[in-house]
C-alpha cells in the first residue's frame, strides 16, 4: 500500500500544498516538518495554527544545527578550521542535503539525532512525497 507523505517546511508553498491536499481529500498519511533548531519564533506559532487547523499531526524532526556552523557563528571566524560551516548560502547549501537526509531517514524509520551522515538512504519504494513549490 503506497504511502503519502507531505514534506512541511512551513514555507507559504508547503503550508498551500498541504492545505490545498486536505481541501480535495487527497490522501496523505504523514506530515513531516524538519526543525533545524534556528528557526525564528514566527515559524514555530507557524507549525502551531496549522497544527490547530489540520486533522493529522505534524511530526517534527529536530536537527541541531549548533554543530555545523558553530565556528562563523559563534566564535565569528576565530576558531576557523575546527568545525561548523558557517551561514548556507544559495552558492554552499550545506543544510538542504542534511535536511533530505532526516526526512529520509524518518520515512524509513531509522533516523538517528546523533548521527551526522545518513546520505546513504533512499526512499522506501511504495511512498509518495509531496513538496510544494512556486514555479516562478
Known sequence: MTKHIVSFSCGKDSTTCLLKMLELNQPIDRIICIDTTKEFPEMYRHI???QSMIPIEI????I????WFY???LTKG????KKGYGWPSSMFRWCSGMKMDAFRASINGIYNP???????LKFIEDCNIYIGYALE
Do not use: A, P, T
Not at 511530526?59 to 529536530?62: A, N, P, T, V
Not at 541541531?64 to 554543530?67: H, M
Not at 576565530?78 to 578550521?81: I, M, S
Open 71 to 73: 565556528d562563523y557563528v
Open 114 to 120: 546523533h548521527k551526522r551522515n545518513q546520505r546513504s
Open 78 to 81: 576565530k576558531n576557523k578550521g
Open 48 to 50: 502551531e495554527k496549522v
Open 59 to 62: 511530526e517534527i524532526i529536530k
Open 64 to 67: 541541531d544545527f549548533d554543530y
